[in-house]
């Protein structure tokens, strides 16, 4: 495409809820990480809640690109752009034109997201397609292994979460999967048996990250006028961590 052509393109447009311009834990090396604005998911532990509410789409992606592009210097050992929410999966349209020009500038993409939005169905099916050939990594969360506790945890079933997991494998995408560990919801060893042996059934599956929950955000629920679910819910801790680890390795 020439320049002129590029200057006349009109690229989608993103609703872009906040930017981190140094990130050191949503993918390799140091990410410019933008997060979007929608969610459907009403996850108990979410401290993005301020992320929930859609919002009219207005910074289109080459713009957004262009912004990222400033803090290029500093992306070292792999860094790059990472795409967060809310879901950003709920926007793929500005996702495919996002990624696609920071791919024909060398850019490295990730995509974190909980997969909720995932079908094999049309449209969205060829959809993902285009954006998974301009997607580096994908950061996959899985909060619950178990369907009705993961639909109480989040508002909504897992079944086409653990499918778009099992896509990402069959297509051989490189994947981290997180896990929010939140004690006495989602931390029991039979549970962490099924998750870890799910994962196993993965073929491209990089390394696993286990996070603590944490109440950083109770405050933004609070702010919105929500009730917090998890009143009372202990944070993680670093041992309830490294003992997730150790039933995840066992399994």
């Not at 929608?38 to 809640?49: E, K, L, T």
């Not at 994947?175 to 039979?190: E, F, K, L, Q, Y």
């Not at 109770?218 to 944070?235: F, S």
Request: some cysteine; glycine content about 8%; charged content about 25%.
């Amino acid at each position: 495409m020439s320049l002129r052509e590029r200057a006349m393109t009109a690229y989608k447009k993103g609703a872009v809820h906040s930017i981190e311009t140094f990130g050191s834990v949503d993918g390799p090396g140091v990410r410019y990480v933008i997060f979007l604005q929608g969610c459907v998911m009403r996850c108990a532990f979410c401290h993005n809640a301020d992320t929930w509410e859609r919002k009219e789409a207005d910074q289109p992606a080459d713009e957004v690109l262009h912004k990222a592009l400033r803090y290029r210097p500093y992306w070292k050992n792999g860094g790059g752009i990472t795409v967060s929410g809310g879901e950003p999966l709920l926007q793929i349209d500005f996702l495919i034109d996002l990624f696609t020009l920071a791919h024909e500038q060398g850019v490295h993409t990730a995509l974190d997201t909980s997969g909720q939005p995932f079908s094999r169905k049309e449209p969205f099916f060829s959809k993902i397609k285009q954006l998974l050939a301009v997607t580096d990594l994908v950061l996959l969360d899985l909060k619950q292994i178990r369907n009705e506790k993961h639909r109480d945890l989040t508002g909504h079933p897992n079944t086409n979460i653990l499918d778009f997991a099992q896509y990402l494998s069959e297509q051989n995408v490189p994947v981290w999967i997180r896990h929010v560990t939140v004690p006495g919801i989602n931390d029991s060893d039979a549970e962490l048996q099924e998750l870890g042996q799910f994962i196993k059934t993965l073929h491209n599956v990089e390394r696993i990250d286990v996070l603590p929950y944490h109440t950083l955000g109770a405050y933004k629920w609070k702010e919105l006028g929500l009730p917090y679910p998890l009143e009372g819910v202990r944070p993680a801790g670093e041992e309830d961590v490294e003992r997730v680890k150790e039933a995840l390795k066992k399994a």
